[in-house]
């Protein structure tokens, strides 16, 4: 079975700080992958997505992620984050087939102003 | 916008009442999702379907039920609710077709007393 983990639950950084939030995955095929954010009370947003081809993603709000096959990796980077990117983070896979998308744990980023 | 709409979007029930939350979709998508988010596990799939009448189980089925009698319908009923469903529910949608990003509505939340 598909299974995702991250592994930072909550991660506090100072604004103009880098980000890198760690994705890793189990499954053996062809997988889509996503990264979500949830801002405070609010419903889930895609980020950005990987399906094929280039392995450096660009996302929205200059997120990106790299999908690294040999190490089951989609691992989300900022290089400067703002108060505003204070949010839950939902790295997240399905295969090939569609549908059954599988969610991680989330990490919850705090940025100090 | 990906015209999705869930209702109720907030319900205080008592432990054994029947609860149903609708999600209506706008964009005739084949599939569509129940998730349910809680602190410390991310999103969990309660059930999916891939067309009317066509449902399936995710990984936390027990003690929910779905319904699709049409393509912008989509049910789920706690035929008896219990305190360990207080939750937050998400309904998501995806077109059919290789790489298709799945949308989420904006959530129902319930709480059981």
């Known amino acids: 079975a598909q299974s995702v983990s991250q592994h930072n639950h909550h991660v506090i950084l100072s604004e103009a700080a880098s980000l890198e939030l760690g994705c890793n995955y189990s499954y053996g095929g062809t997988v889509n992958l996503f990264w979500y954010v949830q801002y405070p009370g609010q419903h889930l947003q895609l980020l950005l997505k990987y399906f094929s081809g280039d392995p450096l993603v660009k996302g929205i709000k200059g997120f990106e992620a790299e999908f690294i096959k040999s190490k089951f990796s989609f691992n989300l980077r900022k290089p400067s984050v703002q108060w505003s990117d204070t949010a839950e983070y939902f790295c997240?896979?399905?295969?090939?087939?569609?549908?059954?998308?599988?969610f991680g744990q989330g990490t919850e980023l705090s940025v100090k102003p | 916008d990906a015209g999705i709409t869930q209702s109720p979007r907030h319900k205080v029930t008592e432990t054994g009442t029947p609860v149903t939350l609708r999600c209506h979709q706008t964009e005739n998508h084949r599939y569509m999702y129940w998730y349910r988010q809680d602190p410390g596990h991310g999103l969990r799939l309660i059930h999916y379907?891939?067309?009317?009448?066509?449902?399936d189980k995710g990984e936390v089925s027990d003690g929910y039920s779905v319904s699709r009698s049409k393509t912008e319908d989509f049910l789920l009923t706690l035929e008896s609710a219990t305190s360990s469903q207080t939750s937050v529910y998400f309904c998501a949608i995806q077109g059919s077709g290789y790489g298709n990003t799945i949308y989420f509505g904006e959530g129902s939340w319930l709480t059981v007393v």
């Open positions: 379907s891939y067309g009317v009448k066509d449902t």
């Open positions: 997240a896979v399905n295969d090939n087939q569609g549908g059954k998308l599988i």
